[in-house]
């Protein structure tokens, strides 16, 4: 790995880190809080890719687990993999891998709307079945009523993936992180390939 993509996802990693002291708890409703890391996670998937953005929340999930504080309260450590949290930040790195492959597949005619997608799908709808089965397997509650808790995450995800796509594409005409191939020379490589 470059020293280029070690320092963007390092810094990737600490921009998920600061996100967390955004941090609102909903105990009686929902054991899992409302943090800003989800943005993070949206965000390290559009700006970085799929392999070094699921490299980096990988990386940044490993490290929450082995004790260093950088969940939302400075939480750290494998006791927060036993909690109704688990899924939802084991989903992360998947979430996204997801959204980078899709911005990858995309880059030659990214447009704001289509990563706002791709953040529904990577960083809403993989995390919430993620994290939802895992929490309902985990506290024995039935699936039905975790998601019908878990909606009161759904306002602030879907601002985030708005927030996250504007973010993404703006830095991609002014200063992309994302190295792909140009339509032209994926068809010499192909080419060259088969002869």
Request: glycine residues 12%; aromatic residues 10%; without cysteine.
């Amino acid at each position: 790995m470059s020293t280029r993509n070690l320092v963007m996802a390092a810094l990737m990693m600490a921009i998920i880190a600061a996100l967390g002291l955004v941090k609102i708890s909903f105990p009686l409703f929902n054991e899992v809080p409302i943090t800003g890391q989800t943005l993070g996670i949206m965000l390290a998937g559009a700006l970085l890719g799929a392999r070094l953005g699921g490299l980096s929340v990988a990386a940044f999930v490993a490290l929450a687990a082995v004790g260093v504080p950088l969940l939302a309260g400075g939480r750290g450590g494998i006791g927060v993999f036993a909690s109704a949290s688990g899924g939802w930040v084991l989903s992360w790195p998947l979430a996204a891998y997801l959204i980078g492959y899709m911005v990858e597949k995309s880059w030659y005619s990214l447009r704001t709307w289509k990563v706002i997608l791709f953040n529904i799908l990577g960083g809403i709808v993989v995390v919430y079945v993620i994290g939802m089965a895992y929490q309902a397997a985990l506290t024995g509650v039935p699936f039905y009523t975790v998601a019908i808790k878990s909606m009161i995450f759904l306002p602030g995800d879907l601002l985030k993936a708005a927030v996250a796509a504007v973010i993404a594409v703006r830095l991609r005409y002014a200063y992309p992180l994302i190295q792909v191939a140009a339509p032209s020379d994926r068809f010499s490589e192909q080419r060259g390939q088969t002869l």
